[in-house]
Nanobody, 125 residues
Framework: QVQLVESGGGLVQAGGSLRLSCAAS??????????MGWFRQAPGKEREFVVA????????YYTDSVKGRFTISRDNAQNTVYLQMNSLKPEDTAVYYC????????????????WGQGSQVTVSS
């Protein structure tokens, strides 16, 4: 069993930055085998894919709306994945969830076996 805990959300003005962290417990040395993803859900909208990083950390995948502004990284020794968010916009306001999968379909929510509780990010205009 893997537990994921997000932290680092908050309120920021447009153009500002935040860094989210997602700490995993339970996977031990197998954490590096998981593809880690970030999803977000804005009020009244469906949860959507934001970014993912492959299990070896060599490949990253971003949704178009965050390319050039968000950066995902991982520290397998610390069982932690990070999401650096720069140049934030009001439309980035959402609850951000990290998730873990051993599968290859990183865009598909149903492929993710484990989810965090979510972290609120609010960007004011």
């Amino acid at each position: 069993q893997v537990q994921l805990v997000e932290s680092g959300g908050g309120l920021v003005q447009a153009g500002g930055s935040l860094r989210l962290s997602c700490a995993a417990s339970g996977p031990g040395r197998t954490f590096s085998r998981y593809t880690m993803g970030w999803f977000r859900q804005a009020p009244g909208k469906e949860r959507e894919f934001v970014v993912a990083i492959s299990w070896i950390g060599g490949r990253t995948y971003y949704t178009d709306s965050v390319k050039g502004r968000f950066t995902i990284s991982r520290d397998n020794a610390q069982n932690t994945v990070y999401l650096q968010m720069n140049s934030l916009k009001p439309e980035d306001t959402a609850v951000y969830y990290c998730a873990a999968t051993l599968g290859n379909e990183y865009l598909v929510m149903s492929q993710y076996n484990y989810w965090g509780q979510g972290s609120q990010v609010t960007v004011s205009s």
